[in-house]
C-alpha cells in the first residue's frame, strides 16, 4: 500500500465537493483549522455551485477534482461534505498520475466511493472529519486529523462493548461506510478484504437494510478470509412497525460468529460526535480484549 506524503507546514490543501453543496461563508471554520496548523487552503470550482442538492453538475465536480489531482502544489484532497453524489463522477475521475504522485484524500460517508475505489489503486487515505463537520467537532477529533495528516503516532484506547468478540489480529485497516460499500458491490470499486480488517459504520438505516447490507456483503465472500470487524456509529437505527427482532449489533455479530470474527462495537468514528481520523490502507495492530480495545496503527 502506498502512503501519500505526510504534510509539512506550507503545503497546500484543497477544498472541494463530490456531493452535496457547501458555500464558502460554510468553509471558514476549515480554512481556519487548516491555516492554524500552518497549511494554506485552495478552494475548489465547486464551493458555492448550486445543482439541486449537488455542488455543481457531474461533469464541473469530476472536472474540479481532476484539476486538484493534476496539480502538485496541492498536497492532499478534503472533501467538504457527504450526502449523495460520489459514485457519480467516480469513473470520470483520471487517477493516472496518482499513484505516481499521491496525495491524501479526506472525508467519510460518501466520501467511501474514493476511499474503496483508491484502495484499489493500492493508495491510503483519511477517513475523517470534513469541513462541514468541523465546528461541531471537539477538538481532540481535530488533533487527530492533524496527527495523521503530519505524519505522528496514532493510537487509539476504548472501553469494551458487551458484544464484543476477542481477539488479537494485525492487518490493513479497510472500509467505511456500510450502505456505501453495499452499494459498490459488483463495481470495479468494490472493495477487497481478503486478509483485512474492515471498519464499518453507518446512519439513519432501518435495521431490516443493516441485515439485507450484511447479508449481502456475505454473499460476497467479504468474511471470508477477512481478520476481524471493527463497527463505528451505528447511528439513528430505525425499526419498522412490527419489529425485526435484533438491533445493529446483533444483526452483525450474528456474522461475525458464523466466521468466526473478532469484532468490537461503539468504535469512535463515523457519524457520531467523537469521529476520529482512521488511516485507511494502514496496517493496524487490533486488540480487543474483555475490558479493552486498543487500535494501533504500525509507523
Not at 26 to 34: K, R, S, W
Not at 155 to 162: D, E
Not at 182 to 187: A, F, M, P, V
Request: net charge neutral; glycine share 8%.
Amino acid at each position: 500500500m502506498i502512503i501519500p506524503p505526510y504534510l509539512k507546514q506550507g503545503d497546500t490543501v484543497a477544498i472541494l465537493c463530490t456531493a452535496r453543496k457547501f458555500f464558502i461563508e460554510d468553509a471558514q471554520p476549515a480554512i481556519d483549522l487548516l491555516q492554524s496548523w500552518g497549511l494554506q487552503v485552495k478552494l475548489g470550482s465547486t464551493i458555492g455551485l448550486d445543482h439541486f442538492q449537488l455542488a455543481g453538475t457531474d461533469e464541473e465536480r469530476a472536472l474540479d477534482f481532476n484539476n486538484q489531482l493534476a496539480d502538485h502544489n496541492v498536497k492532499a484532497i478534503w472533501v467538504a461534505r457527504g450526502g449523495y453524489g460520489t459514485v457519480r463522477i467516480i469513473d470520470h475521475i483520471d487517477f493516472s498520475d496518482f499513484k505516481k504522485n499521491p496525495k491524501w484524500v479526506i472525508g467519510f460517508s460518501d466520501i467511501t466511493t474514493l476511499h474503496s475505489h483508491i484502495h484499489n489503486l493500492g493508495v491510503a487515505t483519511l477517513h475523517a472529519i470534513m469541513p462541514f463537520t468541523v465546528p461541531k467537532a471537539p477538538q481532540q477529533v481535530k488533533e487527530t486529523l492533524n496527527k495523521a495528516l503530519f505524519g505522528q503516532k496514532i493510537s487509539y484506547t476504548i472501553s469494551s462493548h458487551p458484544n464484543n468478540r476477542i481477539g488479537q489480529v494485525t492487518g490493513e485497516l479497510v472500509g467505511g461506510n456500510l450502505s456505501i460499500l453495499y452499494s459498490l458491490l459488483g463495481s470495479p470499486s468494490a472493495l477487497k478484504t481478503k486478509n483485512k480488517i474492515l471498519f464499518i459504520e453507518d446512519l439513519d438505516e432501518y435495521l431490516y437494510h443493516i441485515d439485507r447490507m450484511m447479508q449481502n456483503l456475505k454473499r460476497n465472500g467479504y468474511f471470508n478470509q477477512l481478520k476481524a470487524i471493527v463497527v463505528g456509529g451505528m447511528t439513528d437505527m430505525h425499526d419498522n412497525q412490527i419489529p425485526y427482532g435484533q438491533n445493529a449489533y446483533e444483526i452483525i455479530t450474528t456474522i461475525a460468529k458464523e466466521h468466526n470474527l473478532p469484532i468490537c462495537f461503539d468504535f469512535p468514528a463515523g457519524h457520531v460526535t467523537d469521529n476520529r481520523t482512521l488511516i485507511l490502507g494502514k496496517t493496524v495492530q487490533l486488540n480487543i480484549t474483555v475490558n479493552h480495545v486498543t487500535l494501533d496503527f504500525i509507523n
